[in-house]
């Protein structure tokens, strides 16, 4: 249910065909002469004698020796200036950057002797680096290169996913959703590249749930009020057997108040909570013998305020005798990816309260299922009991039915 979201911090790349790396020779390269000895280049201070010693050469080099061979996208480019210090750098796509392939953003050392980049390269991309110091005696050293990164294809590269939405408000069992369209199996790589930040700070831990998608959560729910800032910075990341992360994105999101609903299946009853005040008891039904509903933790997932219901989409046949088409669904919401729904229930009033009746959803009145509708959102709590049959962990958003050390274990980092 992971949507894929507007801000981005690294966006897709352009796949170049090349493969080969131009290597373009510029005034301060490091060169070596036919004796082994580093070339005097244009623009340098050179060597200069100071009562019988030479001073050493002022030179600007990089971590991109390879020859011919492409750079890989994983590499993060380092500046480093000898004799020199450094005045300004930058590291670009040749003709300019582009939304697709910005420039590669990175930081310069207080002593001005090294750069490095903080962004990592875009696949199938030529680069050029531009370099530029001063020497001791002010003279001016400069490097200018140019390189080309491994090609990709899609295969080799995989896409994040992120749910809730950037600014979206959301209930306090909402874990963060990162899916990912290529598995990941070097999930430690990855999970160092990924982090959450609540204010007000809350103990939390990943959990990966598969090699496409790894949830996060605090270890109780979130606190009413939290803002939260999620970074996935994953590009060009090894996600292991050749795979490659495509894209970094981040997005913030606040958590409103605390909304828990605790449905007792037996009772026939949901009693509702809102910041530990019960605000009303509302009569329910639940699912009928051969179709139990789950007992546990399940989460809102998403909003409908009409939703068509075809028993075919549950494993009902069609024409069988409890086989159901209804168009008109009113204020339904998913708190399972098999089924089950809270919504509103009008053929089954006479039994709510009394009697379990429904095919595993929780059926309420229309005015109960609108009253209700109204003050929930995406993320927020409903708890179930009095069934024999536990909700499991990857049936919706199911990160609460694990206890704490259950879930931690599921970090690549545990």
């Not at 039994?351 to 509708?373: E, F, I, M, R």
């Amino acid at each position: 249910m992971s949507e894929r979201r507007a801000r981005t911090t690294r966006p897709r790349a352009h796949r170049g065909a090349a493969l080969a790396v131009l290597a373009l020779a510029a005034p301060l390269l490091a060169a070596c002469q036919g004796d082994g000895t580093p070339a005097a280049s244009p623009g340098s201070a050179g060597t200069t004698a100071v009562a019988g010693e030479t001073a050493p050469q002022a030179r600007i080099s990089t971590n991109l020796r390879g020859g011919s061979r492409p750079v890989p996208v994983d590499r993060l480019v380092e500046v480093t200036a000898s004799a020199a210090e450094l005045s300004d750098v930058t590291l670009a796509p040749v003709g300019g950057p582009t939304e697709e392939a910005p420039r590669v953003r990175g930081r310069l050392t207080d002593d001005g002797t090294t750069w490095r980049a903080t962004d990592r390269l875009e696949p199938g991309t030529s680069y050029v680096l531009r370099a530029r110091g001063e020497d001791a005696a002010g003279e001016r050293v400069v490097e200018r290169s140019r390189f080309r990164t491994v090609d990709l294809t899609l295969d080799q590269q995989t896409y994040p996913s992120l749910a809730p939405l950037d600014g979206e408000t959301v209930g306090v069992g909402m874990p963060v959703i990162v899916t990912f369209d290529v598995p990941v199996t070097d999930k430690a790589a990855f999970e160092e590249h990924l982090s959450v930040d609540a204010r007000p700070a809350q103990p939390g831990t990943w959990h990966w749930l598969s090699d496409t998608e790894v949830h996060y959560r605090p270890k109780s729910y979130w606190k009413p009020g939290t803002e939260v800032s999620v970074d996935v910075d994953v590009n060009s990341v090894p996600a292991g057997g050749g795979v490659y992360g495509q894209l970094s994105r981040s997005i913030d999101f606040t958590v409103g108040d605390a909304h828990v609903y605790k449905v007792d299946a037996q009772a026939h009853q949901m009693k509702v909570f809102s910041n530990g005040k019960l605000l009303r008891t509302l009569p329910v039904t639940t699912g009928k013998p051969g179709f139990t509903t789950r007992s546990g933790t399940k989460v809102i997932i998403e909003k409908f305020d009409v939703k068509r219901m075809n028993s075919e989409t549950v494993g009902i046949a069609a024409g069988s005798a409890e086989a159901y088409d209804i168009d008109d669904v009113q204020w339904a919401m998913r708190l399972t990816y098999s089924g089950e729904f809270i919504h509103a229930a009008p053929w089954s009033v006479g039994s709510q309260g009394y009697a379990n009746v429904s095919h595993g959803c929780t059926g309420l009145s229309t005015a109960d299922a609108g009253w209700l509708y109204s003050m929930s959102r995406r993320g927020d709590v409903v708890e179930y009991v009095g069934t024999d049959r536990p909700m499991t962990m990857d049936n919706g958003y199911g990160d609460w039915n694990a206890s704490w050390a259950d879930y931690r274990k599921g970090s690549a980092l545990s």
